[in-house]
């Protein structure tokens, strides 16, 4: 079993900033990608950052030059710094990875639990 836990989600004024880290523990041969995600109450889950181990990086528009994504390939962690916070980020954000178990396995999607984000105005 694969298990991601996040950490370092919490309560931040409008123009802060927070780091969010997740760890990817358990059987892990390799993982070629991790991302952030979020989803707000009755919307589907849409994708903040990406990583892949190689280090190529994509974002959502709307965090284009405020969020930052890095990932740790020897330690399995990957790291949302956010910065310039608006109320319109205020959501729950969870951790992907796309992981391999073996090295014949297909690539599965794990997920972690979610850590809640707030910004006030």
């Known amino acids: 079993q694969v298990q991601l836990v996040e950490s370092g989600g919490g309560l931040v004024q409008a123009g802060g900033s927070l780091r969010l880290s997740c760890a990817a523990s358990g059987s892990i041969f390799s993982i070629d990608a991790m991302g952030w995600y979020r989803q707000a109450p009755g919307k589907q889950r849409e994708l903040v950052a990406r990583i892949t181990s190689g280090g190529s990086t994509n974002y959502a528009d709307s965090v284009k030059g405020r969020f930052t994504i890095s990932m740790d390939n020897a330690k399995n962690m990957v790291y949302l710094q956010m910065n310039s916070l608006k109320p319109e980020d205020t959501n729950v954000y969870y951790c992907?990875?796309?992981?391999?178990?073996?090295?014949?396995?297909?690539?599965?999607?794990?997920w972690g639990q979610g850590t809640q984000v707030t910004v006030s105005s």
């Open positions: 992907n990875g796309k992981v391999r178990i073996n090295f014949y396995s297909a690539l599965y999607d794990y």
